[in-house]
């Protein structure tokens, strides 16, 4: 959006007015002014698009769009809803930050604080590769490798924590959110880790060595300077990745056994995310239940940006003792 | 509280590089040591190996011996942690914590030491700010962040940040060249009010700043750039800008130095 207003148009008035234009200035304007328009008549279009799609489907649809189990969008009179995929979505993708995250800040404090430089480099260069696996490739790994040694550890998670319901587990393939979640966690780390890394990293010597000289120790630093400092950095990568999460298809669609059901367990196999249930419908749906497609995929994109609103909320909350005005 | 610091045979080294060399001085307890020299003497580095701080930068190593009394700064087992907690620091350029209040800047040290209970905390950081001066100017706002104060407000709030864990020694870098001159006099009076109690070393390229403030004042100097640093002379301040014993001092004090 920031493209609607570019800052370029004053230098080429300062030249008019002396009644000269450089005709590299004209080029360059029209360049930037056209790109500008061309993305926003772009946006537009996808938006009409999808809209009025997913307007049709909806319209058509004989169950509620938002809290029915179905999705018999093929069907006639067709009868979908999109609870299950919310729930799947929502839920895969924050188990994943839950993993992630933690972890994620922990490898970037490592690089940027306590590796010494010749482990931190090949460090940072093996997180950089992860990012560069394709998501099929994750996905395949899943299957072939996750899925079949995830079963000792629910049998493990449900004979201790199985009496919450949430991880009660009934044998059979760990086809479940619950895998999903660990794959998508291991698909976003990389992300998260290389934006907090490059924040720690940023973090002032100024203030590390006001800690130090207190007599902090090397955590103490951490938690002193370092931490308030990259706290909004690790909100904006923790972001990026659960938009990742959020959207991520294949590998989804590669380990998860789908079903239009939401269960209290997330070891059992079941459920379904909104891409995963587009990449998975799509092919086979006639031109309604594409339409219903559609409008799934824009329930997503709803809350991809309610997620960025309430991330840039937090971030802005404490402006006033954020590390920028230091 | 004060402590007398005794160097003998001190070198330090970034890396290969020998940045001072061979330093030996005694810092009386209850005065202010001002250091002066060109840029790059290795006053600051020589300062920072009095609190274990030269360590920190990579690379960072010293050879020889700092006495705090009778103990060994440098001597194995001593934890360079509680050297820092013991010797405090003061820095060039004013670094409140940012992400903390002015009340939260100041308790950041006890915090550390594990001091929590919220009556003593406050007494402290009320006695810290009014001995940094600063007590007046900020008793209305101590919740507010200290990156809102001006310079020289956080700057003493960075004394009062120092000063709040009782140190045996307070070591100053360029404590004032960040600031204008109403505030670096406002630092100066503190300097010389916080001197009954402390041990005070200084670094300065201001010579007028050394002659006002100091008792003793060291005379740092290199051969050439690349050399390492030396301590040509250390004196009562009045000695050293009045009658130095080496010439090469009275050339710089009288700025026919190069």
């Known amino acids: 959006m920031a493209t609607d207003t570019p800052p370029a148009p004053a230098t080429p008035e300062q030249g008019s007015a002396r009644g000269v234009t450089h005709r590299g200035d004209r080029m360059f304007r029209g360049l930037s002014r056209g790109s500008g328009i061309a993305l926003l008549v772009l946006m537009a279009a996808i938006a009409v698009f999808l809209s009025w799609r997913a307007a049709l489907a ?32 929502v839920v895969s993708s924050l188990i994943a930050m839950v993993l992630a995250v933690p972890v994620a800040v ?81 698909m976003i780390l990389p992300i998260v880790t290389n ?24 955590w103490e630093v951490i ?53 995963q249930n587009i990449a998975a419908g799509f092919k086979e749906a006639g031109s309604t239940g594409r339409d219903a497609l559609i409008a799934s995929g824009l329930v997503l994109f709803v809350i991809t940006l309610l997620v960025n609103g309430a991330a840039r909320l937090i971030i802005a909350r404490r402006k006033e003792y954020s590390g920028a005005n230091a | 509280m004060a402590k007398r610091i005794d160097v003998s045979g001190l070198s ?37 190996t009095l609190n274990r701080m030269h360590e920190v930068t990579a690379g960072g190593r010293v050879e020889g011996k700092v ?51 919220k009556k003593d905390l406050d007494e402290v950081v009320e006695r810290s700010l009014k001995g940094a001066n600063l007590w007046n100017e900020v008793k209305d706002r101590l919740n507010k962040p200290g990156s809102g104060l001006s310079g020289g407000q956080q700057q003493r709030l960075c004394i009062a940040r120092a000063i709040a864990v009782e140190p045996q020694v307070l070591l100053m870098d360029e404590p004032c060249s960040a600031l204008d001159p109403i505030s670096t006099l406002a630092i100066e009076d503190l300097i010389a009010d916080l001197k009954a109690q402390y041990t005070i070393v200084i670094v300065t390229h201001n010579m007028q700043q050394a002659a006002r403030v100091s008792d003793r004042t060291a005379f740092f100097n290199l051969a050439e750039v ?33």
């Open chain 1, 58 to 89: 909806i319209g058509a649809d004989e169950a509620n769009f938002l809290t029915s189990f179905e999705w018999d969008a093929n069907a006639d009179p067709p009868r979908f809803g999109i609870a299950v995929l919310a729930f799947g979505t």
């Open chain 1, 106 to 186: 922990g490898i970037a404090l490592f690089i940027s604080h306590y590796a010494p430089r010749r482990l931190a480099t090949p460090l940072g260069y093996v997180i950089d590769l992860l990012a560069a696996v394709p998501s099929i490739v994750y996905g395949l790994w899943g299957a072939l490798f996750l899925v079949p040694h995830l079963t000792g550890l629910y049998t493990w998670l449900d004979e201790y924590l199985g009496w919450t319901g949430l991880f009660a587990y009934d044998g059979g393939p760990a086809r479940s959110l619950f895998t999903a979640a660990v794959l998508l966690a291991i």
């Open chain 1, 195 to 218: 934006v907090s890394r490059e924040v720690f990293r940023q973090s002032p010597k100024m203030q590390e060595e006001a800690a130090l000289a207190l007599g902090a120790t090397r």
């Open chain 1, 223 to 275: 938690r002193m300077s370092v931490l308030p400092f990259g706290r909004s950095g690790v909100i904006s990568a923790s972001m990026l990745g659960l938009g990742r999460a959020l959207g991520e298809t294949m590998a989804v669609a590669t380990v998860l056994s789908p079903s239009f059901l939401i269960k209290a367990s997330l070891l059992n196999p079941g459920g379904g995310t909104f891409a």
């Open chain 2, 12 to 48: 330090a080294f970034y890396g290969g590089f020998r940045a001072i060399d061979d330093i030996s001085m005694t810092v009386e307890p209850r005065s202010v040591t001002a250091f002066i020299g060109p840029s790059g003497c290795g006053k600051s580095t020589f300062l920072r």
């Open chain 2, 67 to 117: 006495m705090l009394d009778n103990e060994d700064l440098y001597g194995s087992g001593v934890d360079p942690v509680s050297v820092r907690r013991t010797i405090g620091m003061v820095f060039q350029r004013p670094n409140p914590f940012p992400t903390m209040s002015i009340y939260d800047n100041v308790a950041a040290g006890l915090k550390l030491n594990g001091d929590h209970k």
């Open chain 2, 226 to 258: 690349g050399a390492p640093g030396k301590l040509v002379e250390i004196d009562e301040t009045e000695r050293i800008f009045s009658n130095p014993s080496v010439q090469a001092t009275e050339d710089y004090i009288s700025g026919r130095f190069g």
